[in-house]
T-cell receptor, first 114, second 113 residues
Framework: GENVEQHPSTLSVQEGDSAVIKCTYSDSASNYFPWYKQELGKGPQLIIDIRSNVGEKKDQRIAVTLNKTAKHFSLHITETQPEDSAVYFC?????????????FGKGTHLIIQP | ETGVTQTPRHLVMGMTNKKSLKCEQH?????MYWYKQSAKKPLELMFVYSLEERVENNSVPSRFSPECPNSSHLFLHLHTLQPEDSALYLCASSPDRANEKLFFGSGTQLSVL
């Protein structure tokens, strides 16, 4: 089955700096890669996703890049703000697998230092 | 708000108790899920319901019993739990089982004493 590794487990950055979280996956058939943000006391919320037919996708201050050859994908957050502090999860799934085909990483606790 | 509501938010129970977790979604979705979230571990899929029919249980112990009376409501009945079952239990929904985009509730933080 699919295995998703996520690094780092904790990331502390100064407000205004950029943050990068990386994930690797094992199944070359995976082609859908979402990122979820979980704030304290809340459930995970989808913030951005990418499919394997594109290499990069941006949405304001967040972006995701995908390298299918190396089987890794990354979340980039620029100009970090206090409200970016949360736990971020990556995931991967195979086409047609639906939501129950998602394999999640262990999460990255992002801390934005004022 | 995500449109998925879970109650209670917190639950403490003894190993001999019976309790139920409730989930309700207001999104008109046809698929609902139960996940277990433990510290330092990936989200674990427990149960999947599509159009009120259970399609997967991922070898979950029988002390966890799901129920989906209609497409908007999902329950997780708990009995004779173990301390290692203490975790955050998340409910999620998606438009249908083929759609990967999950909408999560805020979860029930369960402590088993």
């Amino acid at each position: 089955g699919e295995n998703v590794e996520q690094h780092p487990s904790t990331l502390s950055v100064q407000e205004g700096d950029s943050a990068v979280i990386k994930c690797t996956y094992s199944d070359s058939a995976s082609n859908y890669f979402p990122w979820y943000k979980q704030e304290l006391g809340k459930g995970p919320q989808l913030i951005i996703d990418i499919r394997s037919n594109v290499g990069e996708k941006k949405d304001q201050r967040i972006a995701v890049t995908l390298n299918k050859t190396a089987k890794h994908f990354s979340l980039h957050i620029t100009e970090t703000q206090p409200e970016d502090s949360a736990v971020y999860f990556c995931a991967a799934s195979i086409a047609g697998g639906g939501a129950d085909g998602l394999t999640f990483g262990k999460g990255t606790h992002l801390i934005i230092q004022p | 708000e995500t449109g998925v509501t879970q109650t209670p938010r917190h639950l403490v129970m003894g190993m001999t108790n019976k309790k139920s977790l409730k989930c309700e979604q207001h999104l008109g979705h046809n698929a609902m899920y139960w996940y277990k979230q433990s510290a330092k571990k990936p989200l674990e899929l427990m149960f999947v319901y599509s159009l009120e029919e259970r399609v997967e249980n991922n070898s979950v112990p029988s002390r966890f019993s799901p129920e989906c009376p209609n497409s908007s409501h999902l329950f997780l009945h708990l009995h004779t739990l173990q301390p290692e079952d203490s975790a955050l239990y998340l409910c999620a929904s998606s438009p249908d089982r083929a759609n990967e985009k999950l909408f999560f509730g805020s979860g029930t933080q369960l402590s088993v004493l």
